[in-house]
């Protein structure tokens, strides 16, 4: 399952998005969450999303097309990349238009980093997609630097930090490849696929 994918372009204005009405996963999160880390670990490629050294480097959105089926966008981190006034209005313009005028968004996937836990931008960013209802599901991320029985101690405080259900939230590990199988089963779910 989602064996085949490709980098098909980047957008910085909906004129550019995708025109094939395919579902849309966007993935959400503060720089170096780990957001084209777990784009690389659902396609089962080693470098397909470009991962930084520097972090906020990418300032676009990138539609990554899996197995003819879906896309896996991937947007600006936020956290560094909003140094300057401009740049946060660039970042907030882009995911604005994004979020409100593509009628092929399915879902959203905000990531957390499992140590660092819901940072102040993460839950303005939550509470701004639940304000608008925007189907969203949590997904912790790097659980690999934490030891195995103090990893539901940090699930938990995610979800109390957040107010989210217990369900909302999957804890993923690139390194590890946890937590990957969920999400592609949960995105089958959502395709109505056979997993
Ligand atoms: N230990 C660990 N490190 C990870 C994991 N996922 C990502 N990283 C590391 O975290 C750093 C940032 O990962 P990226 O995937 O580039 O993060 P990003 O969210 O795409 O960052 P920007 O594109 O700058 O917004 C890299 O050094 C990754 O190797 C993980 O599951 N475990
Ligand atoms: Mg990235």
Known sequence: ??????????????????????????LLGRSNVGKSSLINALSDRKALAYISSQPGKTRILNFYLIDDLF???????Y?????????RLDFGR???EYLHENDNLHKVFLLVDTKVGPTADDKIMYEYLSHYRIDTIIIATKTDKIG?????????????????DDNQLIMTSAVEKTGI?????LIAHELKMEP
Request: glycine share 6%.
């Open 1 to 26: 399952m989602f064996k085949k994918c490709s980098y098909v372009s980047g957008a910085v204005n909906k004129n550019q998005y995708p025109k094939n009405k395919l579902p849309e996963f966007l």
């Open 71 to 77: 896309y896996l966008v991937d947007a600006p981190g």
């Open 79 to 87: 956290g560094y990349a909003l140094r300057s006034r401009s740049e």
């Open 94 to 96: 882009l995911i604005e």
């Open 148 to 164: 195995k029985t103090r990893r539901n101690q940090y699930r938990n405080n995610i979800i109390e930090k957040l107010g989210i």
């Open 181 to 185: 199988d969920l999400i592609k089963k």
